[in-house]
């Protein structure tokens, strides 16, 4: 009696398992760490902590410090890469940025909590300096040329 009770209750957890399977959860995704921002000419440079067992990372980043407008989201597919620079951007502008993990798991995404954000300002674009400029001067003798 116990024994077929036992083969009862083992075919419906196996059952279950098979039509609902539980396989990651955000809370067990490992999140990974902004290690450092540096600012560039309309662009910044964001480096983060690698992890294991993820698929990638997405990073945000927007103008806005609750992330609720004007923000934008990037996919690094690779999960061995730990930096990504961020181009198009204007300068002199305050941009917050945060990354998390993902990991694709029968053709469903999981993804990690967000990290913590990170302030950069890009830097101003650099001006065209009288010296760097070319003047042409017009040839006052008369060689045709």
């Known amino acids: 009696m116990k024994r077929s009770i036992f083969i009862v209750i083992t075919t419906i957890i196996l059952l279950i398992s098979i039509f609902f399977p539980t396989t990651v959860l955000a809370?067990?995704?490992?999140?990974?760490?902004?290690?450092?921002?540096?600012?560039?000419?309309?662009?910044?440079?964001?480096?983060?902590?690698?992890?294991?067992?993820i698929t990638g990372y997405q990073i945000q980043y927007s103008t806005n410090s609750k992330f609720k407008k004007n923000n934008k989201k990037i996919k690094i597919k690779n999960a061995k890469?730990?930096?990504?620079?961020?181009?198009?951007?204007?300068?002199?502008?305050?941009?917050?940025?945060?990354?998390r993990t993902y990991k694709i798991v029968n053709k469903k995404t999981y993804y990690s909590n967000w990290s913590k954000k990170k302030?950069?300002?890009?830097?101003?674009?650099?001006?065209?300096?009288?010296?760097?400029?070319?003047?042409?001067?017009?040839?006052?003798?008369?060689n045709n040329h």
């Open 27 to 53: 809370a067990s995704m490992p999140t990974t760490t902004i290690t450092s921002v540096k600012s560039q000419s309309k662009a910044f440079t964001v480096k983060w902590k690698k992890k294991s067992s």
């Open 81 to 99: 890469t730990v930096s990504k620079k961020i181009t198009k951007l204007k300068a002199s502008k305050k941009y917050y940025v945060r990354i």
């Open 119 to 142: 302030c950069v300002t890009t830097k101003s674009s650099t001006p065209i300096s009288a010296a760097t400029t070319t003047t042409q001067t017009h040839c006052t003798n008369n």
